[in-house]
Every structure is written in structure tokens, then in C-alpha cells.
């Protein structure tokens, strides 16, 4: 994540918390307007401070894309039609390869008020472009890095891990189902006679549908059994 | 998008801004702890001002999601193993389904210090979580907003068709943890009584989480009405 010209140092700090939140910590600044450290950007960053003191400080764009393999550009608007002009999602999906080829790729932000230059894009293989509301497409610096953290992050293990739900078998569903239309029975829910055949399956249905836990079907048991046994 | 019990009123204005961005513009706000309307969080929208003015103003959030088919709980870490636990990705495909299906969904953010309470997610039929990096998981308010406003709006194609299902509404299965609830209190089923509070948020958990359609839930006031009547 390269930082073009940031100018508000509250602004590098959330960078680098919006970067580490997704497990990205290699940053470089290009000319930050208040010089460098960046006392102000040090206290946003609290526990990202590491990403300040190992960010890489350069006079300007050339100098910090030398190295990178891909450089993508991030713009409001693309205003530069000769080169891809890619979502985050696609950027992404783009980085990860080149990455896992053992390339280097650098995502260019540019300063708050202004954006991107001409000749900062000029230096991009690619430009990526949020796809925001275009009648409120206000983003910010630390927006746009953590969106393109996030969509790193989610192509690289989007997945969480699942607790594992003790769900109840197909035999004790059956067996609620036996109770409650035992006792509905006995309590003549299931009239007129006329329908009791398809009241019985729609309950039977229900039970079967629902995604009832080994724990749910317990109470569902106690309940009954308690209501039979106290009320009435 | 349901702000339960917002601290910072700048923090609000943040999130209103980040749903505009992608498009969204409908906003519900749980006893903001500051007071309604909040200057502050006016100032911090600037642009998003609109959807601050139309924001629904609830006083719990039993009341906010009570017209909602479907309810998102979001969360650091799931803390509450019996429901279905999704990534921004995975639960806006859900939401996209159900929105196009005619369904309302609502999406509940907790408060900043200490995110939603588990009686919050009792309200909840599934939890979503980000997949942030385990060592610097902090995402604030409004950036948890704004990542599932991106989500929403990078789906721009949602893809999982959902049949046509009646399901209830909130209130409607609230109704029904009330009826159950009263009916098993005067059966002594909540027994002991340090256990009651524990028992009582369960059972409402599980009305919440299961997909009960408004037949089920109908079937279910009936069966319990009946057994009640009859039995004993």
C-alpha cells in the first residue's frame, strides 16, 4: 500500500489500522506534507504503530513503484482510458496471483483532497475504482485502503471458521414429532376430523424443515411436557 | 442498517455516510446514547444529512427489527454457537435474495465499545463477521457499516434464487416467544430461578433463529393455545 502525498497525518495512521486489520503491513509513503515520523499519525495508528516504523519513506511515485512488478492506481473516476480500469474484487484477484508467483505489487493512493496525478497514474499498470454511489461517492484515504484490505483478505480466506452446530438427527425430529402429535391428539387440536390427516403432515413438515439443534428439540420436549403437566 | 445504542454521534454521521456511498439510505438508530436528533453526528454526515433526518428512531431493539423477515447480527467474534455464522459476503448474498424476494432485512451494528449484547442477538437469525485478522481485529462502527455497504453494493448481480417463502416478520415471532414465554412462566418451566434468565433467552434465540413461516408461527400459537385448554 503506497501512500501518494498524504496529507493529514490521522489519516496514515487509520491507513495502517485498516491495513493490519486484514493482515497487511508493508506501507510506503511518498512526500507526506508533514514530514516524517508523523507524531500525529502515530497516535491513530496505536496498535499499527509497527506498520509506521517499518513504512518505507520515498521523494516520489517513481521511486516507490521501482521495485514492484504491478502497480495498481486507485481513482474516483478513471480519467485515464487507455489502461484496465478494475474493481477492487478484480484488482485483488490480480494481486493475489501475481503475488503467489513471487511478484511484487503496489496499490497507489493518492493525497486526500486532489487524488491521484496524471503522472502518478502514468507510472500504474492498471487503475481501480470502487464501484461507490456516483451521487455520493465520497471516500476517504483510510476508505479506500481498508476496502482494498478487506477485498484482499476476503479472496485470501474469506471463509470463518464454522462452530459446529449439533444438529438434531432425522430420528429425533421424528420422535418430537411423535410427542407433539400424540398430545395434540389427546387435546383434540387436530379437528375437524375432515383435515386431521393434513394438520398431522404439516406439522410433521414443520418439524422436519426447520434446522432444529439436538438442544432444541430437548425443549421443545420439556416444554410440552411441562405445560401438560402444570396447566390445562 | 440498525445502529444499536451508538455512543459517538460523529461515529453515526461516519456510518451514514459510508451506507451512502454504496447506495444504501435507510437508517434505524436504537437509543443513541446522546439523544436524537445528534448535532454532531448532522455535522459528521455533511452530504448523508437525508438519511440521519429519516432515520427510524427506535427504543429498543426488539421494536427495530420488529417489521424485519430477516435479521443480521454482527459481531467480533461469534459468541452465540446455534446460529449460523457468515461472512459480509455470505450474508449480503442472503440479504440481496431476500430483498429482491420482497423480504425486509435488517442488519443490527452494536454499540462502540462493546458491540451488541447477547439479548440483541437473540433478536438475530444469523451472525455475520468479519474476516479480520485474528491479531488486530478493531474495526469501528463505522467502518463495519461501510464494509457491509460494499458488499451489498459489489454484489450488484445477487445470484441465490429464494423461493417464495412467507416467512414471519420479527414481531410476529416475538409474539410468539411472549405467548410461550407467559404461558411456561405459569407452568414453572423457567426453574431455578438462577437459571431463569438463561432459559427464557434461549427459547427466545430459538424463535429468532429458526425460519418460521407465518403459518408455522400461527400453528404454533395454536398448538400450545390448545394443549393449554384442554390438558393438564
Redesign the interface.
Known sequence: MILVRPQMGENIGAAA??M????LDRMRVVAPRDGWPNPRAVAMAS??GRLLDHAGLFPDTAAAVADCHYVFATTARPRELTKPVL???EAMAQARALVAAGKRVGILFGPERTGLENDDIALANAIVT????PD????NLA?CV??AG?EW??QT????P????DLATAIERQHLGDH?EE??E????FFPETKAANMKR??RS?WAR????R??VQ?LH???R???????
Chains 1, 2 share one sequence.
Do not use: K, W
Not at 157 to 160: K, R, V, Y
Not at 210 to 213: A, S, V
Not at 226 to 232: A, H
Open positions: 489500522r485498516g493490519l486489520n486484514f493482515g496498535g499499527a474493481t477492487p474484487e470502487v464501484p461507490v454511489n455520493f461517492p465520497s471516500l476508505q481498508l476496502l478487506y483478505r476476503r480466506d474469506g471463509t470463518i464454522v462452530p459446529d452446530i407433539y398430545t395434540l389427546a387435546a383434540g387440536f404439516n406439522l414443520m426447520l434446522p432444529l439443534t438442544a432444541d425443549t420439556g416444554l410440552l411441562q405445560v401438560v403437566r402444570r396447566l390445562g
